[in-house]
Each structure stands twice: as C-alpha cells, then as structure tokens.
C-alpha cells in the first residue's frame, strides 16, 4: 500500500473521531508518555475527548510533563471507538488482552522494527530516532500549530529515546525536528535538570559500590564489575537502578568489552554485556543461554557470583582471542 | 559598522590571501581546534597555503580530528600576512605578543561575549553555541562545499562545546546547523567513541575516590566530596582530570548545590561549586576570593582540607537558608 495513502487516512480518521482514548507501554519512558501527550494534546486543539492510559504510575522524573497528572492507570470507560496506541510493538507491552480491541479503530504509532503491526491503521517508521518523530509528522500533519505544551513532551521525547542525540539511531531529520521544537521557545534547563539531574541518592551509592569492584582484564580490553544483593540492600536500590551503570566501565580508554554481573538472588547472576568498537557480545550471551545485540546483550547464570565472573571472563577473553586472529 | 559589510569584508581577505595562518587557544577543547582545522582545510580545497598553530600538543581524545597531526607548537616561518584566530578571546590565549600581528591582517573568528576584538576584522557572535557555528557561516559565505573532514570537525566542535546539546548556549539553530553536518555523511559511532568513551582509567579511580567521600548536607540540598593529593597520586591522575567530577554530586534529586574540594597542596584547596535552579554559587566563592557564574564557580582556601570542608559547609548552609527566606 502507498505510505502516503495511508498516512491520509489515520489523519482523516482521527479527524473525524470525536473522542480518543490513548495508550501507552508498561515501564514508561520519557518517549511514550511525551508522545502520546503530544498527540492527545493536538487532539484537544482539535475539540476532540481524550483520555490516557498508561498500566503503569509515571515515573517522578517524568512527572513535570505537562499533561501527565491526567495519565490513568484505570482503562477509559466508556471505551471510545477510536484508540490510538503510542510506542507499543504489541498488546503485551501494554498489558491487554486483543479482544479489548474488538469493534474498536485501532490506531498504531511506533517507530520499533519489530512493530507487530496489531492495528487497522499503523503508522510505523523505523528510522526515527523516537516515537516523537512520527507523532510530530502526525501533528503536523493534522493541522495542528504546536505549542509549548506539545513541544515540551516531544523535546523530551526525542532526548530521553536518542540518549542526547548520541545512539546510532539520531539522524539529521533528528536534529532539524528538534529546531522546529526549540523554536516554539523552550525552558531546555528546566526540562534538562528534570531529566538528568535528578538522580536517586541510590544510584549513585550504587554506582560507589560498583566502582569499588573495577577490574581491568585481558590487557585491559575487559572491564568488569559487580554488586552483590548487599549492595542493593545497603544503598537502597532497586534493580532498575543498575540500568546504565555499565557504561562507566565501557567508557574508559582502551576497554573493547565491559560487564556488570548483578546478584539477583542466591546463585543467581544477571549479566549486563556492552562492547565499543567490534566484539559482538550478543555470541558471548549466547553461551549463557541468554541473547541481545551486537554491542549490547544480556545473560543469567545460576551459579554464585565468584564463578559467574570466573565464567564470563573466561569467555570473553576466547571472544578477544578470537577477534584478534581474524 | 553593518555587520554583513564586515562579513563581507573579512570573505574578501580570506579570498584574495595565497597564504594563511590559522592560531587556537592553550589548551585546547573540540571547539577551537575543530573550528580551526574546518577553517584551514576549507581555504586550502580553495588552493590556499595553510599552516595550523596552538602552543600545546593535541589531548589524545581529540588526535582523531581530521587533519590533527598537522597541528604545530611552533609558529609559521616565514609568517604569512593573513593571521587568523579561532576560538581566542584575546592574544593570551594563544600565548602571543602583542607585536606578533605588527605588519599583519588579523581576522578574530570567536563566539565569546569577553572577545577583545583585537583583529582588525572580528566576526564574533556570542549566541553560538561553538566557535563551529560562526566557522560554517564563514565556509558556506567562502562558497566551499562541506566535506566529511571539515563536517567532522566542526560536528565535534559542536558536540563538545555545547555538552551535548545540554548547555543553555544551545539553540534551534544549533540543531540546523548540526543537522547540514550529519547529511554530509558522517560516522557518528566513531566520533561520540572518541569524545565520550576514551576516559583515562584514572578519571575513573578519581570518581571513585571522591563518591567514597560523598556526603549529603542541609536536608539533602547540599552534596560535597573531597579529593586529597593521595587520592591524586593513587589514581595517578592530574588535577585536570577532577574536571565534571563535581557534576556526579550536583545530579542527585533534591541537590541544589554541589561541592568538590581537592587539595592540590598543603594547605591549599581548590573549591569547586555548581547549583542547580537558584543558588548563586559566585556569592559563595566570592567569600573565600574567587568567583566564577551563578551556577558554575571555584575558589581557593590556604586551610586543612578538614577546616576548608567546614567553612564551605558553613557560607553555603548560610546561603541556602537566606535564598529560603527571600
């Protein structure tokens, strides 16, 4: 089907549509729930109802987008005819069943590769950097004059899903988007401190313990870490908050490969894999029984901390071997 | 004076030079080199002779720039008659005697609001986010084409001056000139590699020296940590690497200011402050004799490191309880 057609004609259905209900992924990100307050508030320019849904609370660092004290953990009732869902590959990653879209017009925004393609309408572009981009054509594309509001939640948007215009993912219509955005006049250092200076104490503790841990292996290509579940207890951290921490490691001079073995519980082992410049970590986690990308893959061991690092050394350092004599 | 007559002017100078010398500042940042090499190498695709100059030897991190290895920490011999300087608010910067321009055509290419305009044709805009952004007004009005080695440097300049997009300084048309950039053709993996991912191991020991030393003050409004000149000689790292360490402290929820003392001999420490939303940091620095921005500010005590510690402690506590009351 022509894409142009198509995109005519979520337009012309959400243009007709007198109420929206809205949705968003379980474990929200600063891109699902910028965009689809983006594209709700569009939709209210426009006369129209509009509720949100997300099955999960908002995070506190995302709590000063505008718009987001109206986002509902309760499924609209009554349910509209036209549902517009944000981000989502699929209905799991928003916790519904599919005969909740029954006699409904389904919507699909995304910009995920893997995009399941679950609705009557899916505009699906795997080339932006982040749903943002797609909602900000949609707007556009609606008729709809930006303003501070909207512009606030799709900045937010794109900087959160392209980690600073820094992942492969950021393109030149990234960064001319972004301008359009800018341009509408927005407070950067308000939204900036929000997003990353905001940093629980825990974190940061955590990040102490894990430092604490550095070693440096295989003529320091190899950069590992731990934390032990005491770690977790003693600065108060969740898991979540581990997320990122191994990129400190990634980022020293010289190192190809970095790795953080998480305890989960006992004799259970969580490890995070990153590499920089060639190793495919995703071969290395594959060994473990687990999987991910080139540069960045995932893995749990049932075995204790000391020989799950014992291990995954082990294999990394054939992995190194192997690169280097090919 | 019209400022595009002056533009003009300084594209007329630049046309008609056969020869020409490019200057940036002591040590050197992604900008100024960057912006200078961009320069150099679009007069040189217009057949031009060019030589580049800065006092110091190029920081490993940036030795990636297209065209670094051509950079001299000697001057031009025999000096050319066009003299142009990049990134340099006044002759200091660039370690040169005043009688050094005697005899020749200075153009001053800068974005600082302090520039001396000491040229006898300056093209200063203190809007840019970088030096880059007036270099590739200067490249397009020269009629080059950009290519990937210019694009790639002044990519960088960007980058790095504006921390990523995040500083205040950064604008829509940062993001437009940013997006030109990318359509050259860049690898932007290899570039962030480069700038973000070659931290010296001791960078990172530092960081872990002065987490450990982490502590929360004024009902979590205040974090402040310290360095000794152990911590220094343990981590084998010079002063220059405790540079954003700072940061790490100022990032946590809740914090309005954040403090690094680093005794950088006896009885000798260097202070570090940066606030968040409100707090005016040089009010506290000017106490002790230093001084600096309203979020960004340094000063020196000649005290133990326990008595400096205390002391800033003291005027900071004071200063958070005033800024309440008003």
Redesign the interface.
Known sequence: MNERLLTEEIIEVLRKAPSVALFSHVSPDGDCLGSMLAIGQALELMGKTVTFFNPDFVP?ALAFLPGSDRIKQSLPDPKPQTLVFVDCTDLQRVSLAPDYLMDSTVVNIDHHISNQLFGHFNWVDDQASACAEVALSLIKQLGVTINREIATNLYTAIVTDSG???Y?S???????L???L??VGLD??FI??NI??????AQ?KL??AA??T?E?RAG?QLAIMTLTTEDFQKSGAGQELSEGLVN????????EVAVLLKEVGPREIKGGLRS??WLNVNEIAVQFGGGGHKRAAGCTLKVSLAEAKQRVIRAIEEGLEIGRNH
Request: net charge neutral.
């Open positions: 506190a600073c215009f820094q492969g950021t393109t030149a219509n990234t960064h001319r972004t301008a359009e800018i341009e950067l250092a900036h401190h990353f200076d905001r940093k629980p104490l940061i990040l102490q430092l604490n550095l440096l320091g400190h490691a990634r980022s020293i001079e010289g190192v920089n410049l």
